[in-house]
């Protein structure tokens, strides 16, 4: 609904849930810890129609089972890209972790009035049922009571405030650079959790959180980062920006953004006129640069493969293919199972000469193969190829096989 309230624990809170229906559809759970001074997410626990997800920064579980990404099943579909882990489900929820610091849920608008947890009751009213309760109003952590959901045999503690001196001191800063009034409290109160070590991390943090909500409602924040706030990209190549497309363009879909629906995000992104190499992990190259892949094999720019009477060379991320010379091969096994040069396999049992294949031109015909099957049994099933004569040049040479 909009609210912003600052909850600085360490706890286990319901983020979201449907708890207002006989049957829950979703529910959505957050941990957080304080390492190396820097406060971080560390788990997220997720049920989504009954699917249990689980994200960690060293892996991903679906029902208990680690699984590699991308991963789609029972309509929960799970992607990475350089910046964030995106998982999608066909209820109706989106959610983005950047497995550091920041979360953000979509949900559908056919969940309003049906939430419960930090993100509130979605009923389009900011403070009512969340900071005022009864007519009564409550503060932020009472208010993260009601999610806060640890299992009996652990405990979390929520942060203490700091002195009134040492956030006077930073939030004058914090207020040069967020002019909103809410995002100035957010500032001041997240630099006075920090260590005097880790303040460039927790202002950073607090102001790339206003440039997502600013994203999120529409705008288009500019690159604010100077040299202090600036965010390091996995691949040298990348360059990092707060509004960039999140359906990234890679070497097996290099069309993917033209097609993307969803709202632009932080992150780190190739420049453009590149793509991001998902087939061999060389970050950012040029599309023509791109590997190809065929039954599961990587194939570098200019290998090549035969199959089936073609030569395939892989050129730009594409197969370039020319046609061969392919023979075809006509076969007659134990005396009734006969291969057509298509592949076309049948039973024929007969007791005659029959012609297995001719060749024929304007001039004349070039050869002509027989075969002579017969019964060899005491049914009309069991039949032998007896003999094979081959005829060329309009029979001006033969030759007979007879078999033993």
Known sequence: DGDIFQLPSTCNYILTSQCKGSYEDFNIQMRRQVEDGHPTITKITMKLEGTAVELTNNSVTVDDQEVTLPYSHSGVLIEKNPSYIKVSAKLGLVAWWNGEDALMIELDNKYKNQTCGLCGDFNGVQLYNEFIMNGAEISPSDFGQFAKIDAPTESCTALPTPSDDKCTKLVRSGAELVPLDFFIKACEEDMCQCSSNSSSFCLCSTLSEFSRQCVHAGGKPGQWRTDQFSKTCPNKNMVHQECGNPCINTCSNPDRGHVCESHCIDGCFCPAGYVLDDLTGKGCIAQEQCSCTHNGKVYQPGQSFTSNCKECTCTSNQWSCK??????????????????????????????????????????????????????????????????????????????????
């Open 323 to 404: 046609e061969k010379d392919c023979p075809g091969t006509c076969s007659v096994e134990g005396g009734s199972h006969i291969s057509t040069f298509d592949g076309k396999a049948y039973n024929f049992h007969g007791d005659c000469t029959y012609v297995l294949t001719k060749v024929s031109h304007t001039n004349g015909t070039e050869f002509t193969v027989v075969g002579d099957l017969v019964r060899c049994g005491l049914t009309d099933t069991e039949t032998c190829l007896k003999a094979v004569t081959l005829a060329l040049s309009g029979g001006n040479t033969v030759r007979k096989f007879f078999t033993h």
